[in-house]
């Protein structure tokens, strides 16, 4: 049986609802799967090298980034590498 689903196109403001309910909170909480391997682990057990400009994140099972955090004097920044997927558990 066909479901009838209808959608809309709005700008990205629609966003902060729907993303609210995935980053709200300690994100360390969140479940990660990396494109390179396809483990699934929460954040908090994934490999942090750091120092005062930037946080790289590697999967802790094959070492790919998955993203990093950057600060400098424009602000502080997110780059997506490998990550795939962040989900709530
Ligand atoms: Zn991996």
Do not use: K, Q, W
Not at 13 to 22: P, Q
Not at 33 to 48: D, I, K, N, R, S
Not at 67 to 88: H, I, K, Q, S, W
């Amino acid at each position: 049986m066909r479901r009838d689903i209808s959608t809309a196109t709005v700008d990205g403001n629609a966003l902060a609802g729907v993303m609210a309910d995935v980053v709200d909170g300690d994100i360390t909480l969140l479940i990660a799967t990396c494109a390179g391997c396809g483990e699934a682990a929460p954040l908090a057990e994934a490999v942090v090298e750091i120092d005062e400009t930037a946080a790289i994140v590697r999967c802790r099972s094959c070492t790919h980034t998955l993203m990093t955090v950057l600060a400098d004097p424009g602000g502080v920044r997110m780059v997506f590498g490998a990550l795939r997927e962040l989900r709530r558990p």
